[in-house]
Structure formats: structure tokens, C-alpha cells
């Protein structure tokens, strides 16, 4: 199915609940919505209602402008629900999508029932030297390229993540990572189940014990492996995530 937000086309899936309730999955960044794929179908065997979307730039929606930032992928996400007339859905949402959901919980209070943060995005990371160094060194070497004294090549800065995006998604990544959602955390009302995997590097074991402590109605579980320790443990998270949600 697709849906035409602020001129983007966007693609999602929807599977009509049986027991009048639905979930919204969103992936993370580089995902699909085929990212849950198992845990859709499992749902659906439960009887609710699914709805996964290709956040823009990923899958088969459209590549956003350069300005685009977390609070337009958040747009598109209540767009897709408002097409369907989905007033009150539980969310499951895995790192880049946790930012998403953050943001929509905290700013739409009555709209998420439950929600499932799966080593999720959008804390700021504890301050490192070794970060500090390697950005400070990128500046200096942007600047000296700016100012024509050296040609060099600095694509090959940043994360793994960065590095494979297109030229084009990369001034929409930088506008993302720039967000601290640590303040959204107290106008998030509904009961919250964190979900990680212990050995992540990505999003490290400390942003879940600040998730729970910045959540007031919230709970950690922890599996070993690291930031898809989920897909390591399909069966088991799906069992989780379906008695949470009942």
C-alpha cells in the first residue's frame, strides 16, 4: 500500500486486527518494514492489527529532502495512522525507531496504549575522548578543505552507518543524531517495556537503565547479544511482546 505524505510517497503494510487492537512496527535505520517481519506474523496470529511502514529514504518510500528531521519521519508515521483511522495503537520500535516512538508518545498523549523500546535511539551517548578526538580532528581537516589548503577525500568519516548511506541521506542523518530525546522522556504515560540486548555497542546497556529511569511506568528485559539480539531470539521476544501487550 502507499499513502502521499508532505509529497513523499510512502510505503507501508497493514493487517486488519481481530481483537480490535493494532500495533505499529518501525524499523531502524537502514531497516525495512520487513525488519519485524516474524513478529508481524506473530502478532497477527494473536489476532491484532499491524501496520509497518518504509520509513523515507528506505524500502520502497521516497528519499526525503536534505532538511528532513525526526519530527517530519514522526509526521509520517501519524499520517499512516490517521489514513487508516487508527486512533490508539501500541508501538514496537527498534533503535532509529525508537526515536520516532519516543517523540510520538511523549507528544501524543492518548494515541500509544503500550510501547516496546528495542534497543532503542535518541539518548545523548556518555562523553568520550576518543569520540571527542575524532570529530575535533574531522573539523579541523573540514576546515582546512573549506579554506582550499588541502584536497582530501572525508567521506570515509563517521559511522559504519554514515559511511553507507547516499551522499544525499547523509544531511538527513546528521539533522537525527543531533536530537537528545531526554527531556520527552517524562510525558510518556504509557506502560513502557524496554528491551535490550546486553553486549550492545550501538546504543550501550546504560541508555536502557536511562530509558527506565526517565519512563515513569517501565520495565527492562535483557538478552545476551547485542543491538539485534532481538532477531537472535525471535521466538522468545515475540512471546514477550505479545503477553505485554495483552
Known sequence: MKILVDGL????????SQNGKYVLLLHGWGGDLNSFRFL???????????VCLDFPGFGGSD???????????CNVAKKVLEAEKIDKVSIVAHSFGGRVAI????????????????DSAGLKPKFSITRWAKVCHYKFLKSLKKAKIIKRD???????????????????????IKTDLSKN?????????I??????????????????????????????????AYLQNSQKFSIIVNQFLK
Open 63 to 73: 528519499v526525503p529532502p536534505e532538511t528532513f528531521c525526526l519530527e517530519d519521519y
Open 40 to 50: 508481524c506474523e506473530y502478532l497477527a496470529s494473536k489476532g491484532f492489527g499491524v
Open 195 to 228: 528491551v535490550w540486548g546486553k553486549q550492545d555497542k550501538d546504543t550501550p546497556y546504560y541508555m536502557a537503565k536511562k530509558l527506565k529511569k526517565g519512563i515513569k511506568d517501565s520495565a527492562i528485559v535483557t538478552f545476551d547479544g547485542g543491538h539485534f
Open 9 to 16: 510517497n510512502i510505503t507501508y503494510k497493514k493487517i486488519v
Open 103 to 118: 517523540l510520538l508518545a511523549s507528544k501524543n498523549v492518548g494515541l500509544v496504549d503500550k510501547l516496546v523500546l528495542v
Open 185 to 193: 522522556l517524562k510525558y510518556i504515560s504509557c506502560p513502557t517495556l
Open 154 to 176: 572525508l567521506s570515509n568519516f563517521g559511522s559504519e552507518d554514515y559511511k553507507a548511506l547516499p551522499q544525499n541521506l547523509r544531511p538527513v542523518f546528521n539533522n537525527i
